[in-house]
Nanobody
Framework: QVQLVESGGGLVQAGDSLRLSCAAS????????MGWFRQAPGKEHEFVAA???????YYADSVKGRFTISRDNAKSTVYLQMNSLKPEDTAVYYC????????????????WGQGTQVTVSS
């Protein structure tokens, strides 16, 4: 049974940093592409970042230069370092897993975590 468990969310002020973690189990983590999505109130899921098994990364324009995705295959964990947070980054953040190429569409991902809330006050 595949499980993805996010942690690290919280309430911060604009300009602060947070690091989200997503611990995976039940899959061969090192072979999976891992992605982060977010969903703000009243909005659809939005792609944030993804990292392939090889370490190749891709970011949404809205977070490029501020967020960094990384992975530790030995710990089966993917991270999202978020710096210079803005109020518009407020959302529930989800990690997701799929095989093969990076995709930006949520329906391409096979497994999802339960999400962690990030709230950025102005």
């Amino acid at each position: 049974q595949v499980q993805l468990v996010e942690s690290g969310g919280g309430l911060v002020q604009a300009g602060d940093s947070l690091r989200l973690s997503c611990a995976a189990s039940g899959l061969t983590f090192s072979t999976y592409t891992m992605g982060w999505f977010r969903q703000a109130p009243g909005k659809e899921h939005e792609f944030v970042a993804a990292i392939r098994w090889s370490g190749n990364t891709y970011y949404a324009d809205s977070v490029k230069g501020r967020f960094t995705i990384s992975r530790d295959n030995a710990k089966s964990t993917v991270y999202l370092q978020m710096n210079s947070l803005k109020p518009e980054d407020t959302a529930v953040y989800y990690c997701a897993a799929k095989l093969f190429a990076i995709e930006f569409m949520e329906e391409k991902y096979d497994y999802w975590g339960q999400g962690t809330q990030v709230t950025v006050s102005s």
